[in-house]
Nanobody
Framework: QVQLVESGGGSVQAGGTLRLSCARF????????MAWFRQAPGKEREGVAA???????RYADSVKGRFTISQDNAKNSLYLLMNSLKPEDTAMYYC??????????????????WGQGTQVTVSS
């Protein structure tokens, strides 16, 4: 069983920066794949960024060049650095994990483990 806890959300003005963190608890193996998703009210859940067990990253077109996903396996932590934030980035952000490697489907895969989310609000 894997538990995920997000932190680092908040309210910022357009153009600002936030860094989200996701702490992992429980039995973790090195092959775990992880991702960040977001969901705004009335909208579908959207895959934002993903990183597989080899460190390969994938990004949604809407955040490419602005967001950076990374992980520190020694600390059992996942991060999302969000630069040049836009009001359109406002959403609840969730981290997700799975022992299966979804590869090219990483931004749409149905991950097994999910956190409770952290709110990001970007004002204009």
């Amino acid at each position: 069983q894997v538990q995920l806890v997000e932190s680092g959300g908040g309210s910022v003005q357009a153009g600002g920066t936030l860094r989200l963190s996701c702490a992992r608890f429980g039995y973790i193996i090195s092959s775990i794949s992880m991702a960040w998703f977001r969901q705004a009210p009335g909208k579908e859940r959207e895959g934002v960024a993903a990183i597989d067990h080899d460190g390969r990253t994938r990004y949604a077109d809407s955040v490419k060049g602005r967001f950076t996903i990374s992980q520190d396996n020694a600390k059992n932590s996942l991060y999302l650095l969000m630069n040049s934030l836009k009001p359109e980035d406002t959403a609840m952000y969730y981290c997700a994990a799975d022992y299966r490697n979804p590869a090219q489907s990483a931004l749409s895969y149905e991950y097994k483990y999910w956190g409770q989310g952290t709110q990001v609000t970007v004002s204009s």
